[in-house]
């Protein structure tokens, strides 16, 4: 299995410009989730997905923040505008709920290093 | 309302020496708790979870954590640091949402 992938790994950017970051959970999870890390506020959950569904977008900052889940096999997080202070690294995590253990164990990938400048 | 705590933001030990790091939960019902580590530039790993059974899970790389219901506790240990086991230290709680709540971390250095 080649766990979750993402890309960019790394995205530089001006300032106002449109961003996409990507990702490609593992086959067959059912939850995606986005989180934001920064020095500041750590690690932060932006959105989750289940059966791509969005469940809980109460982390996404704001309006220029957006996610998609077309399928089961690819999101996308998009901001626009982009400002300096989303410069951050995302990461995607996905998992398999079950009801029986591994109970929510998130895999995440390699996270997308963002700045804006 | 759902929460973890790690009370250390940074932690020095020395390479040979026994390592603790403290994680704090709470959560209503049984917890599921997890320890991911994250190297420098790299995502977050699993390095062991605890669901039900013996309260002292062994995980990968010589950690282990012991849940300790009565002081709402899962801390981290290893008997011997090792200068690679730099790194952050990430404690998680799940919930039945499919949520993991996780804390701010522990930022573990380690000296020659």
């Known amino acids: 299995d080649a766990g979750v992938i993402q890309s960019p790994r790394h995205e530089v950017t001006e300032m106002g410009q449109e961003v996409t970051l990507r990702c490609k959970p593992i086959s067959g999870h059912d939850y995606l989730f986005w989180y934001r890390q920064t020095m500041m506020r750590g690690l932060e959950l932006l959105i989750y997905f289940n059966n791509n569904v969005p469940i809980d977008d109460s982390g996404m900052p704001e309006d220029r923040f957006s996610a998609k889940m077309p399928n089961a096999s690819f999101s996308t997080l998009k901001i626009q505008p982009s400002e300096p202070r989303d410069s951050a690294v995302y990461f995607c995590?996905?998992?398999?709920?079950?009801?029986?253990?591994?109970?929510?164990?998130?895999?995440f990938g390699p996270g997308t290093r963002l700045t804006v400048l | 309302a759902q929460s973890v705590t790690q009370p250390d933001i940074h932690i020095t030990v020395s390479e040979g020496a026994s390592l603790e790091l403290r994680c704090n939960y709470s959560y209503g019902a049984t917890p599921y708790l997890f320890w991911y580590v994250q190297s420098p530039g790299q995502g977050l790993q699993l390095l062991l979870k605890?669901?039900?059974?013996?309260?002292l899970v062994q995980g990968i790389k010589g950690f282990e954590a012991e849940f300790k219901r009565s002081q709402s506790s899962f801390n981290l240990r290893k008997p011997s640091v090792h200068w690679s086991d730099a790194a952050e230290y990430f404690c998680?709680?799940?919930?039945?949402?499919?949520?993991?709540?996780f804390g701010q971390g522990t930022t573990l250095q380690v000296k020659p």
């Open positions: 998680a709680v799940a919930s039945n949402t499919g949520k993991l709540i």
């Open positions: 605890y669901f039900s059974g013996d309260t």
């Open positions: 995590a996905s998992s398999s709920q079950s009801l029986e253990p591994p109970y929510n164990e998130q895999f």
